[in-house]
C-alpha cells in the first residue's frame, strides 16, 4: 500500500524558514517522481516542485524558484522541501504527491491542471504571517 505522510508545516513569520518532510512507503523513490503541490481555498491545486531520480529531474513553480530547495534522502525514502525567505502568500496547505512514468515530474506536477499524480498525503497547514 502506498502511503505518503507530510510533517514540518506550521506559522512562520515572512522572512522565516520552514523545512516539509514527506516520508513514502509501498514504493521506491528509486522508480517515482515524488514532490509538492499546495492549495489554498477557492483555487486549484498548484504544483510546486518535482524531484525524479529516475529521469534525473528537478521541477519548481516560478513562484517559488530562489526560494524553496528540494531533496531527496533515497535511503529513507523521503523527500523535503526546504522554504526559505517565506512570504504571506506562500500560505496554504501543503499535499506530497508522487507518481511512476517517463518524465513524471513534468507530466504530473507542473501547473495546477490535470493530469495529477496518482498518489497524496493527507496535507499539512504553512501559514506565514506578515
Known amino acids: 500500500e502506498v502511503q505518503l505522510v507530510e510533517s514540518g508545516g506550521g506559522l512562520v513569520q515572512a522572512g522565516g524558514s520552514l523545512r516539509l518532510s514527506c516520508e513514502a512507503s509501498?514504493?521506491?523513490?528509486?522508480?517515482?517522481?515524488i514532490g509538492w503541490f499546495r492549495q489554498v481555498p477557492g483555487k486549484l491545486r498548484e504544483g510546486v516542485s518535482c524531484?525524479?531520480?529516475?529521469?534525473?529531474?528537478?521541477f519548481y513553480d516560478d513562484s517559488v524558484k530562489g526560494r524553496f530547495t528540494i531533496s531527496s534522502d533515497n535511503a529513507k525514502n523521503t523527500v523535503y522541501l526546504q522554504m526559505d525567505s517565506l512570504k504571506p502568500e506562500d500560505t496554504a496547505v501543503y499535499y506530497c504527491?508522487?507518481?511512476?512514468?517517463?518524465?513524471?515530474?513534468?507530466?504530473?506536477?507542473?501547473?495546477?491542471?490535470?493530469?495529477?499524480?496518482?498518489?497524496w498525503g493527507q496535507g499539512i497547514q504553512v501559514t506565514v504571517s506578515s
Open positions: 509501498g514504493f521506491s523513490l528509486d522508480d517515482y517522481a
Open positions: 504527491a508522487a507518481d511512476s512514468g517517463d518524465l513524471a515530474c513534468l507530466t504530473h506536477f507542473e501547473g495546477a491542471l490535470p493530469p495529477y499524480p496518482s498518489y
Open positions: 524531484i525524479s531520480s529516475r529521469d534525473a529531474v528537478t
